[in-house]
């Protein structure tokens, strides 16, 4: 609704804008892209297209089982978690891109304030969200002590891991036309297709940002491969290994991804924490394994 309003709002300036309009703001709010005023649909457009997904996602959740190992009561309020957390973060969007589209109406400075504190709203609600769906999950699993085939921690694992990698691969996308960050060097046509790697203290190509993302798709693959071979070969232990892999890998990446994207340093505390639980998760399989032999 919020967005539906602003775009008939836009629409009833049009005739009093000049064919070229600012659509895009800088890190202190002004104006740093002059387009054609057509280009001011593009909040509406990119807002639009969020929106339908949560609403469809949500049409789905509702129709479709979630295969989990979970109780009925528990399916329903895993349903009920998971369809407010995307209807909590489909009004958040809609309040992002109406500002947005507002700003871009009225041809004023962008309040940068509201709309970081309203990115942090969903991410928290994000994190919210997932949290509590783990729980649910724990809270009204199926208790069945013949079967020693973990699903729902398998399932789970799995969710987390490719939601994580695809909020990743969006936000890229979202930020992708903005590289580098930097202002002075987004104007400079010497810069252009240029991204900052703080780690590396230099401008190198922005293409080379789809590494780190295709890596993280590819161990997850991998993992995924042995999580599913391991299942068949009734090697829980393995399988259970493969499925904590995914998700600190997913975790990780997704940190490290954001703070290359936005010109930070990934510093060598996150790494050394990495490598310990990957150590831990690997000592504890080994130890899982003898213990089963």
């Known amino acids: 609704m919020l967005l539906s309003a602003s775009l008939v709002f836009y629409l009833t300036k049009w005739n009093s804008y000049p064919p070229e309009i600012g659509i895009h703001f800088d890190s ?3 104006y740093d892209v002059i387009a054609s005023k057509v280009y001011g649909f593009y909040p509406h457009v990119i807002g639009g297209i969020c929106i339908a997904g949560t609403a469809f996602s949500n049409f789905l959740i509702q129709k479709k089982s979630t295969g989990l190992k979970i109780t009925e009561k528990g399916e329903q309020h895993f349903k009920t978690e998971l369809c407010l957390t995307l209807d909590c973060l489909s009004v958040l969007l809609s309040l992002f891109f109406a500002n947005w ?3 871009v109406s009225l041809q004023i400075p ?21 949290v509590s769906e783990v729980i649910t999950c724990l809270k009204y699993k199926i208790q069945d002590k013949s079967d020693k085939n ?3 921690m398998h399932r789970l694992c799995r969710l987390i891991a490719w939601l994580m990698t695809t909020a990743g691969a969006v936000l890229l996308a979202f930020i992708w036309e903005r590289l580098p960050i930097d202002e002075e060097l987004y104007n400079n046509p010497e810069y252009y297709g240029l991204a900052y790697f703080a780690n590396l203290d230099t401008y190198l190509d922005k293409h ?12 997850l693959v991998i993992f995924e491969i042995l999580s599913v071979k391991a299942e068949k070969a009734e090697n829980y232990a393995l399988s259970a290994f493969a499925d904590k892999m995914k998700v600190v890998c997913s975790i990780f990446f997704f940190w490290w991804n954001m703070l290359i994207e936005w010109e ?3 510093s060598i505390s996150s790494v050394c924490l990495f490598a310990g639980f990957c150590i831990l998760f690997f ?3 080994l130890k899982k394994r003898k213990s089963d032999a």
Request: charged share 10%.
């Open 208 to 219: 080379l940002l789809l590494i780190p993302h295709s890596m993280i798709v590819l161990l």
């Open 110 to 130: 962008l309040n940068i304030e509201f709309m970081v504190n309203l990115e942090l709203c969903i991410m928290a609600v994000s994190g919210i969200g997932i």
């Open 28 to 30: 202190d709010g002004q």
């Open 150 to 152: 973990p699903q729902l």
């Open 264 to 266: 930070i340093k990934i």
């Open 101 to 103: 589209s507002r700003t």
């Open 283 to 285: 000592v504890t399989y």
